[in-house]
């Protein structure tokens, strides 16, 4: 069984940096790409970085130079710097496998369930 459990969220005031975690299990980690989408309120998932099992990352415009995705196969365990945080990027945070998107649009994924991140003065 798939699992994907995300933690490290929090409030945080603009400008500020969070690690966010992701712990993976029930698939085979290190061949796996790996995703972070978010969701803000009122609003669909959005992608915002993808990790391949060759180790190449690819960013969202929307948060590229702020945002660093890593992973340590041998913990299966996928992370996410924030840098530079803005209110904006308050949102519930998701790693992802099984991804199909339109650009930043998801329009299918695997998640768990989620980490809350909150950007505000």
């Known amino acids: 069984e798939v699992q994907l459990v995300e933690s490290g969220g929090n409030l945080v005031q603009p400008g500020g940096s969070l690690r966010l975690s992701c712990s993976a299990s029930g698939f085979t980690f290190s061949s796996t790409p790996m995703n972070w989408v978010r969701q803000a309120p009122g609003k669909g998932l959005e992608w915002i970085s993808t990790i391949t099992s060759g180790g190449t990352t690819t960013y969202s415009d929307s948060v590229k130079g702020r945002f660093t995705a890593s992973t340590d196969n041998a913990k299966k365990m996928l992370y996410l710097q924030l840098n530079s945080l803005k209110t904006e990027d308050t949102a519930m945070y998701y790693c992802?496998?099984?991804?199909?998107?339109?650009?930043?649009?998801?329009?299918?994924?695997?998640r768990g369930q989620g980490t809350q991140v909150t950007v505000s003065a």
């Open positions: 992802a496998i099984a991804l199909h998107r339109r650009g930043s649009t998801v329009l299918s994924a695997m």
